[in-house]
């Protein structure tokens, strides 16, 4: 092989990994806080949840904007996260990874198989924003809540990402292909959501194969979008037509806080 036919080579996936990259694949979990004790976040079980750092997104509702970069002004070190889990064995059910968005971290499926190793089941939060990583992360996981934002088509208006709607597509398909206990959730805005869009997502979700969704009211505490506040939806979730969503359903639920 010439110099320059070698120079054009691209790495395949037998080469080993640059120091970057290793450095990247061996870094401990970065997280942004940890919630003790939670009987909320995975529904019918005592979780501790943790907050991970970082998100590709940039949600104007999120309620964790300090989540959202890469890297935390303060941040919990792993060890010590483990070492309070480990404290908890037999008193919690379970741990939910939250962020943020933990697939983000390639660190997240080590720090999952060891929360599994200390007997803990293990759910995640996430916005799908990784298809392939949520694929090969799923037969660790016991409980997903994906978040199901708006219409495909109109994902990018949310997110501030190009093709977001695509790949929270494509993770809704493998989570529903998986057999993994799941619910989609949908945090409910007037800004971007009316009850003729709720039911045309409720119709999206149901064609692929969705049986629990949620539908949840935008919480203004800790939003850094404070214009949000003045819009918040005080009766869309009441408007009669959202019944008609139980339907298409096995289970079917509004939470208002």
Request: aromatic fraction near 8%.
């Amino acid at each position: 092989m010439s110099v320059a036919s070698s120079a054009r080579r691209r790495p395949t996936s037998a080469d080993p990994p640059t120091e970057a990259q290793a450095r990247l694949l061996h870094a401990p979990l970065r997280v942004g806080g940890l919630t003790p004790c939670s009987a909320t976040d995975w529904p019918g079980q005592l979780s501790a949840v943790v907050f991970c750092q970082g998100c590709p997104w940039r949600c104007a509702y999120c309620h964790n904007p300090y989540l959202l970069p890469s890297r935390g002004a303060s941040e919990l070190a792993w060890c010590d996260v483990l070492a309070f889990l480990r404290r908890r064995v037999g008193l919690l059910d379970a741990v939910v990874f939250s962020g943020g968005e933990p697939l983000a971290q390639a660190a997240l499926p080590d720090a999952v198989r060891s929360v599994k190793e200390l007997g803990f089941r293990v759910g995640l939060h996430t916005g799908g924003a990784y298809p392939s990583r949520l694929s090969y992360l799923l037969p660790f996981l016991d409980w997903v809540g994906l978040d199901f934002k708006a219409p495909i088509a109109d994902y990018p208006a949310i997110t501030g990402a190009p093709g977001s709607g695509q790949k929270a597509l494509a993770s809704a398909r493998v989570l529903i292909c998986s057999g993994v206990q799941h619910e989609f959730r949908t945090t409910v805005h007037p800004r971007w959501h009316d009850a003729t869009t709720l039911l045309s997502m409720a119709d999206q979700l149901a064609a692929l194969g969705a049986r629990r969704y949620v539908l949840q009211a935008f919480r203004a505490q800790g939003c850094a979008d404070i214009t949000l506040e003045h819009d918040a939806p005080v009766t869309l979730l009441e408007d009669s037509r959202i019944e008609k969503l139980a339907h298409r359903f096995e289970s079917f639920a509004l939470r208002a806080d």
